[in-house]
């Protein structure tokens, strides 16, 4: 573990928000409806995992049923085993087959706006996404993909995104997507981690009214790895694409050939259902590996519960994140599509073309349930009011937050300003790894407190405990652990067994361990306090120390860079380098934008440092360790991060402290 295992106290928080008390009557009824309720399921679903989660099981489809419900081998977990199921199916097909294939699943609008600022809006009913998944699984296997077989999806916010997982789903076949920020590198290295020789993507994206061009990253992707043999281009912003026969392929042309008919084929509850990479405390990002059962029963009764989904009761519920990240796919896809709520998919920028686009939106589409990200919040807060007040946010009856710890300050302007106090907020910790909610309030439920996630999901058996496993005493600060498996864990990192025990279940023996630190209050209510491994979350995106230092570290004049965070306004945590340069040359700001330059093209523009400092040598105890500490404390001292372009030794400042780490 690294030196970062120092918890730090945080302000006592005793605002205590109970669910309101008409919340039921305003959302159609609550599913949970009280703490006691709560906590009588909870112990429950403890108690008697089996039964708990059978019962949920059998709210979905299944082609076979399980005979058992959960192996655990640890670190290994098998649920619904010998179940025969589909996602798609679950998503998709059942809702025709129930008589609802003419009900809106996913409500999608562009960024662009014509010349009267109307965007433009598209309603795929279940019934169209039965056709088109269906149509674009026949593409798939055309192009010679198989069940098992992993497929690469590089592709902006439109409605194609979220059928391509579901064709891939369809068939079987394994869905790895790479967030549209992500560089040609980045697509390289995980199309060679991943073995895929297939990539979906489009001509380009939209974001705050530039074009990102997809294409063109996948084209550069090509030349770093042969292993691309196909590329599905999808055409929306008709921007100039480069074109190579044999290997590029017109997905609106191969889509409208194909027939419309394509059962869901039946798959293994442990069959693996996608990959998505993340960030780890090493240079790699690792490819987390999901199976189907399991994932689909967790994210289908976390959405239900945490969101309070009703399908017949005109909601309509947003999730601002991409679906290139975990958030997407469980929370705007796979969790909600098989409850039946329009999912609504949004393609760009949050201030694009004003800092009221968000609340527009709301307005319009008379959005019931918003789920966003405290940096995201943080940002508007900082637009002011006047962009909200504007608008009629009154259909709104759930606020969610996710992807890093939310300040108490933002919580309760989220709170009053966006839900006018009559909104519970949900506050759900969770990861990539863990598929889905963990820790959450549940709105008709949970008395809430600014800052803390408050308590388990069912299911989740989560404890603070010190390096041994042994359980710490209230308002102590220690590591967060799950002691018990959960249908929608991880099933492993793709191809890194090892890699896998080590991360996760050696750091506490015979638990899981996520990675964050945290403390339990008195009422049991968890607070969860930053990662305590070498991975920061810049602005909600996770980021690997270690994986920004080799970056910098590849270019030509760097000899040896660290990488720490440091507080940031708005992204929460910023990226800050200490760089040391190669033989006689001087810092300079060319030199800064040059290192940046190369870091977003390594990794992708998410990964930029926003402070660069070049140093003489950089401070490390006797054994050769980086006392990223004190370069913690550097950066957090820096003044809003400006640069300075001196030349600093740092190893004066270390040997001044002591050779402490
Ligand atoms: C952090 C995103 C505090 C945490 C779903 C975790 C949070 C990492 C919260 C996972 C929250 C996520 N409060 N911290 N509500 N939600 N985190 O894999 O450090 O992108 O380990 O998954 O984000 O990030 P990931």
Not at 90 to 109: F, P
Request: charge should be negative.
């Amino acid at each position: 573990m690294s030196d970062s295992v120092e918890i730090t106290s945080v302000l006592k928080e005793d605002r205590v928000f109970p669910p309101p008390a008409d919340f039921g009557a305003r959302s159609g009824g609550a599913h949970v409806g009280s703490l006691e309720e709560y906590r009588a399921m909870h112990k429950r679903s403890l108690d008697d995992p089996a039964g708990f989660w059978g019962e949920v099981a059998s709210e979905l489809d299944w082609f076979e049923p399980w005979t058992e419900v959960c192996e655990w081998k640890l670190p290994d977990a098998k649920w619904f085993l010998g179940g025969k199921t589909n996602i798609c199916h679950n998503c998709v097909d059942r809702q025709v087959d129930q008589g609802h294939g003419d009900q809106v699943a996913i409500l999608w609008e562009s960024e662009t706006t014509d010349s009267q600022g109307a965007p433009e809006i598209r309603r795929l009913t279940y019934a169209d996404l039965k056709r088109e998944t269906a149509k674009l699984a026949n593409v798939l296997e055309g192009l010679g993909v198989k069940k098992g077989d992993v497929v690469t999806i590089y592709m902006g916010m439109v409605p194609e995104l979220a059928i391509a997982i579901l064709a891939c789903a369809r068939i079987g076949a394994v869905h790895s997507v790479i967030f549209g920020g992500f560089s040609s590198q980045a697509i390289a290295d995980r199309v060679e981690d991943a073995d895929s020789s297939v990539v979906l993507t489009c001509d380009g994206s939209w974001r705050r009214g530039t074009i990102i061009p997809l294409k063109a990253n996948v084209d550069q992707a090509c030349k770093l790895s042969d292993k691309i043999k196909s590329v599905l281009v999808l055409t929306r912003c008709q921007n100039a694409i480069e074109w190579q026969d044999g290997r590029d392929h017109r997905w609106g042309e191969l889509v409208a050939d194909a027939s419309d008919v394509r059962p869901c084929e039946p798959m293994d509850s442990e069959d693996m259902l996608f990959l998505l990479y993340t960030s780890g405390s090493t240079g790699k990002p690792k490819g987390i590996v999901h199976t189907t059962g399991g994932y689909m029963v967790y994210t289908y009764l976390t959405s239900k519960l945490t969101f309070n989904l009703r399908p017949d009761e005109d909601q309509v519920y947003w999730c601002t994140a991409d679906i290139g990240w975990i958030t997407g796919h469980s929370y705007i896809v796979y969790g909600l599509l098989p409850n039946r709520v329009p999912t609504l998919m949004y393609e760009g920028a949050p201030n694009h073309p004003a800092p009221n686009r968000f609340w527009d939106i709301v307005e319009r589409h008379k959005v019931t349930h918003f789920y966003t990200a405290p940096t995201a919040i943080r940002a508007f807060m900082k637009w002011g009011d006047e962009h909200v007040e504007k608008h009629d946010l009154s259909s709104l009856q759930v606020l969610g937050t996710v992807g890093e710890p939310i300040n108490p300050e933002a919580w309760i302007w989220y709170r009053d300003v966006i839900g006018a106090g009559r909104c519970p907020i949900v506050d759900t910790w969770w990861q990539t790894e863990t598929g889905g909610h963990m820790l959450t309030p549940l709105p008709g439920a949970t008395p809430t407190v600014p800052g803390s996630c408050t308590l388990p999901f069912f299911g989740i058996d989560a404890a603070v405990v010190d390096q041994d496993g042994n359980e710490l005493p209230a308002n102590t600060g220690g590591l967060l652990a799950i002691r018990k498996p959960w249908p929608s864990m991880l099933r492993g990192i793709f191809g890194d067994r090892e890699r896998f025990v080590e991360t996760y279940f050696t750091k506490i023996k015979g638990m899981y361990f996520p990675g964050d630190g945290a403390r339990r209050d008195e009422r049991g209510y968890f607070w969860i306090m930053g990662r305590v491994d070498d991975v920061i979350n810049v602005a909600g995106h996770r980021l690997g120390t270690m994986e920004v230092e080799s970056a910098i570290a590849s270019h030509d004049s760097v000899v040896e860079a660290a990488v720490v965070g440091m507080p940031h306004e708005i992204k929460g945590t910023a990226i800050a380098a200490f760089v040391t340069l190669a033989g006689d040359l001087e810092p300079s700001d060319e030199l800064r934008q040059a290192l940046r330059d190369h870091v977003a093209q390594a990794i992708g523009a998410i990964a930029k440092p926003d402070m660069i400092r070049f140093c003489d040598a950089l401070p490390k105890t006797r054994s050769g360790k980086i006392m990223r500490r004190l370069l913690r404390d550097i950066a957090a001292g820096t003044d809003s991060g400006q640069d300075v372009t001196t030349l600093e030794d740092l190893t004066v400042l270390a040997r001044l402290r002591g050779d402490e780490e």
